[in-house]
Structure formats: structure tokens, C-alpha cells
């Protein structure tokens, strides 16, 4: 059977309920009604089609170290077991990174407001967590984003393709995110789809407005693998869509990286070999 992803209402009374379930059932929970501005997102997205356009963010090349900056797509990411460079490019805000001083409040904002927002849905997956789950965390989830510093909003920008591509290389190859939560207002062109528990692609409902929240590695880490981090992927466009550009700008949730996530991880261990895994570290 295929699951289809229902959009929770963040304003109903069991919302906490219905949300958490979908994450315990498809590692992904779509909100509706919920406190993020619509319109702060879509600024990001003009601001920054014009910041990927200019010739300005070769300036802000990231730092290998700190994982801060630009990301060209000559050296994008290389999905864990794939061969082929996906076809995007991105930049890593964090509050003590690099930014263009001009786009550095619009980001800063909206960073401060989809941290809370995350901090207030982790809350809400570690009350609802049984005990024989509880009882792995090595400490409460609310506690292992306190003061992390590591947290990351990626502005993504997925290029209209021009036939140059590499064969079989598309917009984000198969995933999963490295990360405790993932919160992603939908993006201004279809694309995200996620695996489900039969192998097939689900089409995530990607209506202006909803906010798209998945489990990474380190909560299906630290919950024993109660919380599933779900498989998901960008597909191309296709026909006169080709021409058109994506925007997409997930912030990950991460933890202090002295936190203990298993007897195998630590926060920072895990991360440091995701990051070569991926080829950017
Ligand atoms: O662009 C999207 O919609 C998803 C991006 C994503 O999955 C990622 O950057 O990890
Ligand atoms: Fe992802």
C-alpha cells in the first residue's frame, strides 16, 4: 500500500498527535497553518534567485572547515553510493558564517523563527516518544540543540537544465538527511518526492505554504531506529518546465556535536564522516 502524506493542521487539537504518528510512520510530517511567515519565504526565494544569478557569490566560496558559504555545483554534493554530481548549487548560513551583509537580516530572521518552530516540533517528538524509546536519548532532545552553534539553513538553487547535464544526474539523488529534523517550506517548483515503505516515490504535496518537516540520521540514530530517517530525492523537470529554476531552503536541526547519540556516535563523529561520505569535507 501506498502512504499518502496528509497535510496536519498545526492549529488542531491533536495536532501534535497526527503529526508525531506520520513521523513515526514515514519519517516525514506535512504542516499546515503554522507559524512561519509565507511571505518571509518567499522574499528568500527572490533575494536569493538574484544572489545565484550574479557573479557575487563566487566571493562567498565555503570554507571546507566550518561548512560555511557558497556551494557551486562544480563541487555539489555526490549522494552517499552515487557517482554522478547532483545538479545544484547552494550556500550554508549560519549566524557566525559568511553572508553578503545585505541578505544577512531577511536570513538571519527567518532562521531565529524556524528554530523555534523546531525546537517547539522536537518537543513534541520527545513527549511523544514511548518510554522504551525515552529511554535511549542520553539526554532530553530539547536539551541537544541548546547553545549547538551547528544548526544550518541551506539556500538551495536548482538551475533550469539545458541539456548539458550529465546523463542520469538529477536535481538531488537519493537521500537521507544527516541531521535530527529537517523543516522545509515547500519550494516554488514541484520536484521532492519520498520513498515509501513499498520502494515506491511519493510526490511530497508541495502547496505554497506547507512546511515539510523529515527525520534525519542522528534522531533515527538516537532513537534506535524508532524514528525512521525516510529516503527522499529532487526529480528533474520535464518539457517547457526544464526552463525553470527551484528554489528550496531546508533548515537542519543539529545537535551540539559533543552529544551522545549511540554507543557508535557522538553528534560530531557522525557528522564529520557524513561529510566525507559526501565528498564536500
Ligand atoms: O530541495 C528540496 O526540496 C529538498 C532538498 C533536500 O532534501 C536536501 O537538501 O537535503
Ligand atoms: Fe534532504
Known amino acids: 500500500m501506498t502512504q499518502i502524506l496528509i497535510a496536519v493542521d498545526y492549529q488542531a487539537a491533536d495536532a501534535k498527535e497526527q503529526f508525531v504518528r506520520s513521523l513515526r510512520e514515514t519519517g516525514f510530517g506535512v504542516l499546515k497553518n503554522h507559524p512561519i511567515q509565507q511571505q518571509s519565504v518567499a522574499d528568500i526565494y527572490a533575494t536569493w534567485q538574484s544572489f545565484f544569478n550574479s557573479e557575487e557569490k563566487h566571493d562567498f566560496t565555503f570554507n571546507k572547515d566550518t561548512q560555511d558559504g557558497f556551494f557551486p555545483s562544480t563541487v555539489s554534493e555526490v549522494a552517499k553510493g552515487f557517482k554522478k554530481k547532483d545538479i545544484k548549487e547552494y550556500f550554508h548560513y549560519y549566524p557566525w558564517g559568511q553572508c553578503p ?11 531565529e523563527q524556524a528554530n523555534a518552530l523546531a525546537a517547539e516540533l522536537l518537543t513534541w517528538v520527545e513527549e511523544l516518544s514511548p518510554e522504551d524509546v525515552s529511554k535511549l536519548y542520553r539526554e532530553p532532545l530539547s536539551n541537544m540543540i541548546k547553545q549547538s552553534g551547528q544548526t544550518l539553513l541551506r539556500v538551495l538553487h536548482y538551475p533550469p537544465l539545458d541539456g548539458s547535464e550529465e546523463p542520469d544526474a538529477i536535481r538531488a539523488a537519493a537521500h537521507e538527511d544527516i541531521n535530527l529534523l529537517t523543516i522545509l517550506p515547500a519550494a516554488n517548483e514541484p520536484g521532492l518526492q519520498v520513498k515509501g515503505k513499498d520502494g515506491n516515490w511519493i510526490d511530497v504535496p508541495c502547496d505554497f505554504g506547507n512546511l515539510i518537516v523529515n527525520i534525519g540520521d542522528m534522531l533515527q540514530e538516537a532513537s534506535g531506529g524508532y524514528f525512521p530517517s ?39 563523529s557522525y557528522l564529520k564522516e557524513r561529510l566525507r561520505e559526501l565528498g564536500v569535507a
Open 101 to 111: 551583509a545585505a541578505l544577512k537580516q531577511q536570513l538571519q530572521d527567518y532562521y
Open 230 to 268: 525516510t529516503t527522499h530525492r529532487v526529480i528533474n523537470p520535464e518539457g517547457s518546465d526544464q526552463t525553470r529554476s527551484r528554489i528550496s531552503l531546508p533548515l537542519f536541526l543539529h545537535p551540539r556535536p559533543d552529544v551522545v547519540l549511540s554507543d557508535r556516535h557522538s553528534a560530531d
